[in-house]
């Protein structure tokens, strides 16, 4: 019982992390996180639903894909990520106001803060997919995709899929904002780097972060 408790507070630390990188990347002011590109462009076009709600709702649709991808490997407890999404979407919300008094002003200052939003959205990332409990429905659509597509590349890995899908979601998310506002509005050269060094950050961080190999190894206990 305490490992499972264990294994469920680190879960719940990784959102809160991934969470607060959200936010903060978002604060950078030079366009938000490739994986909450899409809802942050429709929280901007719907101003009665906050980031956090759109967050929700999207995921909504992420964990649909998974029951499509994995069907009968789609087990019962992964719809957890219902509650999850919760926590996520209103840690995005709670970060967000933490974070409203933090405005770079100087380019430089702005991608200072990009950077360090990445590392921690990585961070983030890698703590919450270590216990092999549940994930939020971003990263298990992710994990989803690199399941089925290790049966035919098994060296591919899961820090490169996710690059791919994120490149796919600011694409989606740039659609939208010429559709809602006629220019790229939530969507910038942040997005795009985000896009590129968050994946890279995961395998950076699986390969040196030591303690995630203490968070794996709990999973093997009873």
Known sequence: MKIIGLRYFFFALGIFINSFGVAFVTKSDLGTSQISSVPYVLSLA???YTFGMTTFIFNVLFIII????????????????????ILFSFFIDVSMNWL?????????????????????????????????????????????????????KPKVKFGTIKIYFDVTL???????????????NGIGLGTIISALIVGRFINLVNRHFKFLRHIRALARLK
């Open 100 to 152: 409203a008094f933090f405005q770079p002003e100087t380019f430089i200052a702005k991608f200072i803060s990009l950077i360090i939003g990445c590392m921690i959205l990585a961070i983030g990332i890698c703590i919450e997919v270590a216990p092999n409990v549940i994930v939020v429905p971003g990263e298990g659509v992710v994990r989803a995709l690199a399941l089925a597509i290790a049966i035919k």
């Open 66 to 85: 998974q029951i499509i991808i994995l069907r009968r490997d789609f087990h019962p407890i992964q719809f957890l990520q219902v509650f999850a999404n």
């Open 170 to 184: 600011i694409i989606i998310a740039c659609i939208l904002s010429f559709i809602f506002f006629g220019e790229l």
């Open 46 to 48: 719907f101003p009665d």
